[in-house]
C-alpha cells in the first residue's frame, strides 16, 4: 500500500498540488477572506440598536431598494439584449463584426469616471439621446439603471459567447427536420443548454452592479430617499469616521448579495441537474 501511494503521487497529474494548494489559500486568504473577516469584525464592535440606527434607516433602507432593484433590473435586461448580441456575433458573419465585438469589450476598459461622465452628458435633457426622450434620465434612479445595464452587458454576453460557440447546429437541423418552428427550437433545444450560462452572466452582472460606484454617481444626482446608492453611503461614512457604521452596511450588503448569489447558484446546480436528465 505504501508503494502504491509512492507510485500515485510520484505519477500525479498535477505536480506540486500540495504547493501549489497552500499559495492558493495563502493568496485568497490575503486579498478576500481577511479583509471580509476585518469588516464582520469591525461590525462586531457595534451593539445591536447601534446596529439597527446604522442599517435600517429610511435613508439607509431607500438606497438598499435602489441598488438592489437596479442591479436586478440591468442585470435581466442584460440577459435578454447580452443573448441577442452574442447570437449576432456567433452566428451571423457581417462587415464590422470584429469592431463589434471589440465595442462590447469597452466598458472593461473605459474608466468607470469616464463612463459616468459620459453617460450623464449623453442622457441629460440638452443631451443627444436625453432631448429625445419624454422623460428625464439624468440624475434620477433611470439613470443608475443604465450606467449599471452598461457595466453589465459585457459579463453576459463573454459569458455567453463560448456556449454558442461550441452549440452544435446539428441539433436544430435535427429539430427543423422532425417539424419543429424556429420558436419550438430556440424554446425547446437552445434555451435548455443556454439556461445555465444564462444564469451565471446574470450573476457576474448582478454582482458587478451591486458594488458598482464610479459611473453611477455622476448621472445619479445622488439625492437622499431618491437616487444614492449603497456605496456612496459607505464612502460618505467613511469621510466622516464612522468605520464601524460604514462596515456595518458593507456586511449587510455582503449576506444580502451572498444569499442571492447562492440562490442562483441553485438554480443553474438545477437547471444542469434538469439538463442532464433530459
Given at each position: ?93 457581417f ?13 472593461f ?14 442622457y ?32 453576459v ?10 452549440l ?21 433545444v ?89
Amino acid at each position: 500500500m505504501f508503494l502504491s501511494r509512492v507510485l500515485l503521487k510520484r505519477h500525479s497529474v498535477l505536480p506540486g498540488f500540495d504547493l501549489a494548494l497552500g499559495f492558493a489559500l495563502l493568496y485568497i486568504s490575503l486579498i478576500v477572506l481577511i479583509p471580509l473577516s476585518a469588516a464582520f469584525l469591525k461590525t462586531a464592535s457595534l451593539s445591536w440598536s447601534q446596529f439597527l440606527t446604522a442599517t435600517a434607516t429610511p435613508r439607509v433602507l431607500a438606497s438598499y431598494r435602489l441598488t438592489f432593484g437596479a442591479s436586478f433590473l440591468a442585470a435581466a435586461l442584460n440577459v435578454v439584449f447580452g443573448l441577442v448580441v452574442a447570437w449576432v456575433l456567433v452566428r451571423y458573419p457581417f462587415p464590422g463584426r470584429r469592431l463589434v465585438d471589440a465595442l462590447v469589450d469597452l466598458p472593461f476598459a473605459l474608466p468607470t469616471a469616464v463612463a459616468g461622465i459620459s453617460l450623464t452628458a449623453i442622457y441629460a435633457q440638452n443631451g443627444w439621446i436625453g432631448q429625445l426622450l419624454p422623460f428625464k434620465v439624468s440624475y434620477t434612479p433611470v439613470g443608475v439603471w443604465v450606467a449599471l445595464v452598461f457595466i453589465g452587458l459585457p459579463f453576459v454576453v463573454r459569458t455567453l459567447q463560448p456556449v454558442l460557440e461550441d452549440l452544435n447546429e446539428e441539433l436544430e437541423e435535427a429539430a427543423a427536420t422532425l417539424g419543429a418552428s424556429r420558436w419550438q427550437t430556440f424554446a425547446r433545444v437552445i434555451f435548455p443548454i443556454l439556461a445555465p450560462t444564462l444564469l451565471t452572466g446574470f450573476a457576474l452582472a448582478f454582482a458587478r452592479a451591486l458594488g458598482e460606484y464610479g459611473s453611477v454617481i455622476f448621472i445619479a444626482g445622488n439625492m437622499p430617499m431618491v437616487s444614492e446608492i449603497t456605496p456612496l453611503l459607505i464612502i460618505t461614512k467613511l469621510e466622516q469616521y464612522d468605520y464601524a457604521g460604514a462596515t456595518a452596511i458593507a456586511v449587510v450588503m455582503l449576506v444580502a448579495s451572498f444569499l442571492i448569489l447562492l440562490l442562483i447558484n441553485l438554480l443553474q446546480a438545477w437547471a444542469r441537474k434538469r439538463q442532464g436528465g433530459l
